[in-house]
């Protein structure tokens, strides 16, 4: 996929405007993710991997908050069920235009991918399938925090015994000295990833009105209170982590 380099935030702003999934985010976005992001190409390859332990034939499989597609790539090159395909569902019509057509490209690229049926839609009001495999990669943060619990609670009915919510999310530490040392580190992640501190700061007044994040207790107990049985830690690089939520 063509990408251009983030520099969106490279200029003083006069008023910073609220964090949105536009096109000049999606222009830039796999930088973006990149060199924000720690541990992200890994997150993305191995959601594939435990995609694959927990599908199961004749199955829906879904990328709820898809952006560009590198999520659904991933379930499509990793599952190998007869009879499976993926949804994607984006609220962002900039995302959805170049997600389908980094799908397209990928077709004629490898053969014997699943099937995927990418859509424009809230996933607040989206109707779900049975599905096997639900992917949220970094999207819950998203939500408005009183609408997380409703959310997690349909795809919970939602998934068939044996499926599997892969939940990735940044974290808040209720320890004040925890939050603060993984916080500066993450400074440091995106400094030497090419960051200047204006481009720190104006991004940050972006996005803290947009993206609400939880302290892992609070993401454990409200997967539990949606119905979910288990919920496993799978992965943690500073204040990012992904979780498997077992029905």
């Known amino acids: 996929m063509s990408q251009s380099p983030d520099r969106l935030f490279a200029h003083p702003l006069e008023q910073v405007p609220d964090f949105a999934f536009n096109e000049d985010v999606v222009r830039v976005f796999p930088d973006m993710i990149k060199r924000s992001v720690p541990g992200y190409p890994t997150i993305v390859e191995n959601l594939g991997v435990l995609a694959a332990r927990f599908a199961q034939p004749n199955s829906t499989l879904y990328d709820l908050g898809a952006s560009l597609g590198a999520v659904t790539q991933s379930l499509r090159r990793h599952v190998r069920n007869d009879g499976c395909r993926v949804i994607a569902v984006d609220n962002s019509a900039a995302m959805v235009e170049r997600c389908r057509q980094y799908l397209t490209a990928q077709d004629s690229m490898f053969q014997e991918l699943l099937p995927v049926n990418v859509l424009e839609a809230d996933i607040l009001t989206l109707p779900f399938e049975p599905a096997s495999v639900v992917a949220m990669n970094f999207t819950l943060q998203f939500i408005a925090p009183d609408q997380r619990l409703e959310l997690l609670g349909r795809i919970r009915q939602a998934l068939l015994p044996g499926g599997a919510l892969i939940l990735s999310?940044?974290?808040?530490?209720?320890?004040?000295?925890?939050?603060?040392?993984?916080?500066?580190?993450?400074?440091?992640?995106?400094?030497?990833?090419?960051?200047?501190?204006?481009?720190?700061?104006?991004?940050?007044?972006?996005?803290?009105?947009?993206?609400?994040?939880?302290?892992?207790?609070?993401?454990?107990a409200r997967l539990r209170a949606a119905g979910f049985?288990?919920?496993?830690?799978?992965?943690?690089?500073?204040?990012?982590?992904s979780l498997i939520a077992l029905p």
Request: net charge negative; aromatic share 10%; hydrophobic share 35%.
């Open 229 to 241: 049985s288990k919920v496993v830690p799978w992965f943690q690089c500073l204040n990012f982590a």
């Open 169 to 220: 999310e940044k974290l808040h530490f209720a320890d004040d000295d925890e939050q603060t040392l993984l916080n500066e580190l993450h400074l440091d992640f995106k400094r030497a990833n090419g960051y200047s501190d204006l481009e720190i700061a104006q991004k940050r007044s972006a996005i803290e009105n947009v993206m609400k994040p939880d302290t892992l207790e609070t993401h454990k």
